[in-house]
């Protein structure tokens, strides 16, 4: 299970998060990996992290050779980057020939974007 953390964050903001998933039974069969190849960096868009998250995924998944299924838990702009991530992961041809896709959860995720605030002396 991937855990991508949201705008400014930390991999370790997902560590509740984290320890109440290994504390279900059977985890010992469950590899959870809080996402820090961004950290500090989602200022600089989706598609930077994303490309980041990527990579970091690619690199776990050379690293644990017998993971047959990921999974993705995304907070806040962590489930955008997680939805670039597995995009990229698709286009790369991961799901055909690497792991099987399992799970994608998101939460406080601004699917449909955000509302911009008013500037001050202007709409």
């Known amino acids: ?5 949201g705008v400014l964050g930390y991999g370790t903001d997902m560590h509740a ?3 109440e998933l290994l504390a279900m039974p059977q985890s010992e069969r469950c590899l959870v990996h809080p ?4 950290e500090g960096r989602t200022r600089d868009g989706i598609d930077v992290c994303g490309t980041l998250l990527t990579e970091e995924v690619l690199a776990l998944l050379e690293k ?3 993971l047959q299924t990921i999974s993705f838990l995304g907070h806040s702009m962590g489930g955008l980057i997680s939805r670039f991530c597995i995009g990229q992961l698709e286009e790369r ?5 690497r792991v099987r896709p399992w799970i994608y959860m998101s939460f406080a995720t601004p699917h449909y974007g955000t509302r911009r ?3 001050k002396g202007g709409n």
Do not use: C, K
């Not at 299970?1 to 953390?5: D, N």
């Not at 996402?35 to 961004?38: G, I, P, R």
């Not at 041809?93 to 020939?97: C, D, I, K, L, P």
């Open 64 to 66: 644990h050779s017998g």
């Open 93 to 97: 041809g991961t799901f055909e020939s």
């Open 35 to 38: 996402a820090t190849s961004y």
């Open 117 to 119: 605030l008013a500037q």
């Open 1 to 5: 299970v991937i855990l991508a953390h």
């Open 17 to 19: 998060v984290e320890r």
